[in-house]
């Protein structure tokens, strides 16, 4: 057995924790991020195009 | 009162709907983590088999389930953009690509995290756990060919045509272990019913729902800024105050 299947089995809950719930959580408040941040680039995008609209 | 479904398949009204929806489905998912996961690790026993390991289950097994049903409304959403033409549809479809991703991706992180203590392997190639890799490379395929096409319309067409034929691959996900001799264990949920401590199946089923919460409200949240990015030209867009500044 290597290192951290030893460290595994010492600190079952730990491993389970970290490894599953608080990656998981991380994958989600990545995708709310980009969601968010996508969602203002488009809305910038759509300014843009209305003011360069209104120029002409 | 009847309620006129067909107004809601305009991306202007859908757009509003959807904007007032999101936050009741987000908070609703927050709470309903918390709650699962407080069950989850304090109040569901501790498996006589796979000791704390298992506790693993609440977030697999929701992610996996999500990642097929997802699939499905993406592959239905495609089709009735294809057959009928309806914009939203084919927006909606969008949306569900990304979030159905990385929930195969999760299904897959957490199974080996899972498989390493019970099997003494990360991966095994092991007809379910082969099948939801197959899934997860169908919604990237999906992905990169709808980017990869500049027209919207032609890349909803060409794209739905792939979602729409890899939808065969959700049954063959679930049924992988019937059909075949595998390593990974038989279905958690069946139709039947389950063997499960009510406490796990409390949890689960309450992870289960919030994953479904979450996904919803990404996925409204989504399609939010695919229908802006379309309709860009549109007076109605012109005329948001979030658009007005």
Same mark, same amino acid.
């Given at each position: ?5 030893i460290?595994?089995? +010492? ?10 719930y %608080?990656?998981?959580?991380l994958?989600f ?9 996508k969602?203002?680039?488009?809305l ?6 209305? +003011? %360069?609209? +209104?120029?002409? | 009162?009847?309620i006129?479904w067909?107004?809601y398949s305009?991306?202007?009204t ?8 999101? $936050? ?11 709650? !699962? ?7 569901? $026993? ?8 298992y ?5 697999? /097994?929701p ?9 499905l409304?993406?592959a ?5 953009? #294809? ?12 949306a569900?690509a990304?979030? !159905?991703?990385?929930f195969a991706?999760?299904?897959l ?7 390493k ?7 095994v190639?092991?007809?379910?756990l ?21 027209d ?8 739905? #045509?792939?979602?729409?034929v ?15 001799n ?6 958690? @949920? ?6 499960m ?11 289960l729902?919030?994953?479904? #919460?979450?996904?919803?409200?990404? /996925?409204?949240a989504? /399609?939010?800024?695919v @229908? ?12 948001? $105050?979030?658009?007005?500044?």
């Open positions: 057995m290597n290192g951290l299947d460290w595994m089995r +010492e600190n079952p809950l730990t491993y389970v924790w970290l490894g599953s %608080a990656f998981a959580l994958i408040a990545v995708e709310i991020v980009l969601v968010r941040h969602r203002n680039l488009t910038e995008q759509i300014r843009l195009l209305r +003011e %360069a609209g +209104e120029e002409d | 009162m009847a006129n067909f107004k305009a991306p202007s859908f757009y509003a709907l959807a904007g007032k929806l999101i $936050p009741w489905f987000a908070i609703s998912a927050a709470m309903m983590f918390a709650v !699962g996961l407080y069950i989850g690790f304090f109040v569901a $026993p501790v498996d006589y088999q796979q000791g704390e390991f506790r693993i289950i609440f977030i697999h /097994v992610a996996s389930i999500l990642s097929m049903f997802l699939y409304v993406m239905g959403y495609a089709a009735l953009g #294809l057959i009928f033409n309806t914009r939203l549809s084919a927006m909606m479809a969008t569900i990304p979030t !159905g991703a990385l991706f999760i299904s992180w957490t199974g080996a995290l899972w498989g203590p019970m099997w003494g392997a990360w991966w190639w092991d007809a379910r082969t099948s939801e890799l197959i899934l997860l490379f169908l919604y990237l395929g999906y992905m990169a060919l709808h980017s990869s096409i500049d919207p319309r032609r890349a909803d067409r060409a794209s739905a #045509l792939l979602a729409i890899g939808s065969v691959n959700v049954p063959i996900i679930y049924f992988s272990v019937k059909w075949w595998t390593l990974h264990q038989g279905s958690t @949920i069946k139709f039947s019913g389950t063997t401590h009510v406490a796990m199946q409390q949890a689960m089923f309450i992870m729902a919030a994953c479904w #919460l979450y996904a919803i409200a990404v /996925v409204l989504r /399609v939010r800024s @229908i802006l990015e379309r309709e860009r030209q549109t007076k109605w867009v012109a005329e948001l $105050p979030e658009v007005r500044g």
